[in-house]
């Protein structure tokens, strides 16, 4: 069986300012690892993922992440913030047979100007 | 390409009775998911359909169901409706290769009274 935990519900910050959202995982078998983001009133958006290869992944907005199967983590994390990116996000793991996706209980965060 | 559509939007039933959801899935798509999602338990895993067939299902009990069409439209099904089922339920739609990313639709917002 597979879970994952995020640490954090809440994450305030101010714009600019550096984030981390942390996420890790539990599993029996491979797995492949996915951040989404939710914003309100909307459904969600795939943010990063990491299948193979380089462990650490990019998405197009700024944000990145890092596998880090020792600890079985995948926290992400952004440089700077912007107000727009304020939205929810999940962490998610998927065992590598099969399309079925596992959340965590996802990590508001909230920037402020 | 349009993205995942799923009707209604929005949706009021009252306690016993039954109801049907629709997701259609981004054109090309053999595979799609359905997920719930309600404030206390998080994002759940309901079922995988793949060319009409199920592929994966998750731990909901039978009043749950679903079916694909042979356009790979998706509908879900709860029969005998509980207070506790109210929640967004999401679709998601996705090529069929365990490595594809999964598409989300806005999802279908469920109230039982």
């Known amino acids: 069986a597979q879970s994952v935990t995020q640490l954090d519900s809440q994450v305030p910050v101010f714009e600019e300012a550096p984030v981390e959202l942390r996420c890790n995982y539990s599993?029996?078998?491979?797995?492949?690892l996915f951040w989404y983001v939710q914003y309100p009133n909307q459904g969600l958006q795939l943010l990063l993922k990491?299948?193979?290869?380089?462990?650490l992944v990019e998405s197009i907005n700024g944000f990145e992440a890092e596998f880090n199967k020792s600890q079985t983590s995948f926290h992400l994390r952004k440089p700077s913030v912007h107000i727009s990116d304020t939205a929810e996000y999940f962490c998610?793991?998927?065992?590598?047979?099969?399309?079925?996706?596992?959340f965590g209980t996802g990590t508001r965060l909230q920037v402020f100007p | 390409k349009a993205g995942v559509t799923q009707t209604p939007r929005y949706l009021i039933k009252t306690r016993g009775q039954q109801v049907t959801l629709s997701c259609s899935p981004i054109?090309?798509?053999?595979?799609v998911s359905w997920y719930q999602q309600t404030p206390g338990q998080g994002l759940q895993f309901l079922f995988e359909?793949?060319?009409?067939?199920?592929?994966n299902k998750g731990n909901f009990p039978g009043r749950f169901s679903g079916r694909q069409f042979s356009n790979s439209r998706s509908e879900m099904n709860v029969s005998t409706l509980e207070l506790g089922d109210s929640a967004l339920y999401l679709c998601?739609?996705?090529?069929?290769?365990?490595?594809?990313?999964?598409?989300f639709g806005p999802g279908t917002r469920l109230t039982v009274l």
């Open positions: 998610a793991v998927s065992p590598r047979a099969t399309d079925k996706l596992i």
């Open positions: 599993s029996s078998v491979s797995v492949y």
């Open positions: 990491y299948l193979s290869g380089s462990t």
């Open positions: 054109s090309g798509h053999r595979s």
């Open positions: 359909y793949f060319s009409e067939t199920q592929r």
């Open positions: 998601a739609s996705a090529g069929g290769s365990v490595t594809d990313t999964q598409y």
